[in-house]
């Protein structure tokens, strides 16, 4: 069974940082793309990063260029998604997803709650 857990999540000032973790289990993802996501309140799930797992190429949205750092641990099976200078806007729960490179498979975490204060 296929199962990503996040975690990491918290409240934070504005300013500030937070690591999340994607624990991946349940098959191998070399042939995956993983990525973060988030959804504020009110508003639709955005993309925030992805990284190829097999070659650990990565983007990112523009809102979070330069501030966000997406890698992985081959060996702990899990995603980190490291958000720097952290502001207001970043609030939300982020999600992890795991997509095959066919686009057959798609998994997604439970969600983590991260809140920016001012």
């Known amino acids: 069974q296929v199962r990503l857990v996040e975690s990491g999540g918290g409240l934070v000032q504005a300013g500030g940082s937070l690591r999340l973790s994607c624990a991946a289990s349940?098959?191998?993802?070399?042939?995956?793309?993983m990525g973060w996501f988030r959804q504020a309140p009110g508003k639709e799930r955005e993309f925030v990063g992805s990284?190829?797992?097999?070659?650990?190429?990565?983007s990112y949205a523009d809102s979070v260029k330069g501030r966000f750092t997406i890698s992985r641990d081959n060996v702990k099976n899990t995603v980190y998604l490291q958000m720097n200078s952290l502001k207001p806007e970043d609030t939300a729960v982020y999600y992890c997803?795991?997509?095959?490179?066919?686009?057959?498979?798609?998994?997604w975490g439970q969600g983590t709650q991260v809140t920016v204060s001012t």
């Open positions: 997803k795991a997509t095959s490179y066919n686009l057959l498979n798609i998994y």
């Open positions: 990284i190829y797992w097999s070659s650990g190429s990565t």
């Open positions: 349940g098959r191998s993802f070399n042939d995956y793309k």
